[in-house]
């Protein structure tokens, strides 16, 4: 009987088809180990690159299943760093991203999809400006593995570009868009 009842667990064991979870991880920005950055025409002379230094979020991953995959991300737009305070002023008022007025931008995907170069494209809603508009995220995994503190990570980088007139945000001279360059390390949960 116990080898009966052994045989049938062993047999629907191989039947019954196993599922990969989506691991679930917040991205690391107390340990720094994710930026937000951004790269503008100055005139159409030269590019000013800064970041947000305050932001969160959190992300699932199944590399088994990419379709299963998810990100939503929060920014702190009043944290925009050129590292020139007069023109953060200025880029943070209401000439730019009227961030005492807008102090969150967010994103939150809707659909992972592998692209035929290994690459990934996440799409989903960016709320900037208070206007929501969808965008799609161009991203390569990295890779992913234990760290020297007991955890385990995994991490991604992407870029996009956003036209500022889609989020009603004033266009000076060329710089008619802006290009987000995002590096994404999170720990697992």
Known sequence: MKKLLSTALLSAAILVPTFANAADYNIDTKG???????????????????????????????????????????????????????RDKHIKSSDFINASKFSTAQFSSTKVTKKENGGLAITGNLTLHGVTKIITIDANFIGEGKDPWGGYRAGFEGTTRLQLEDFAITVMGPASYVDMQLNVEGVRL
């Open 32 to 86: 720094a180990h994710a930026s937000i950055n951004f790269k503008v025409s100055h005139l159409g002379y030269s590019f000013i690159q800064g970041r947000f230094n305050n932001f969160n979020g959190k992300f699932s991953f199944d590399p088994k299943n990419i379709e299963a995959s998810s990100v939503t991300v929060n920014v702190d737009t009043t944290s925009l760093d050129s590292n020139h305070a007069e």
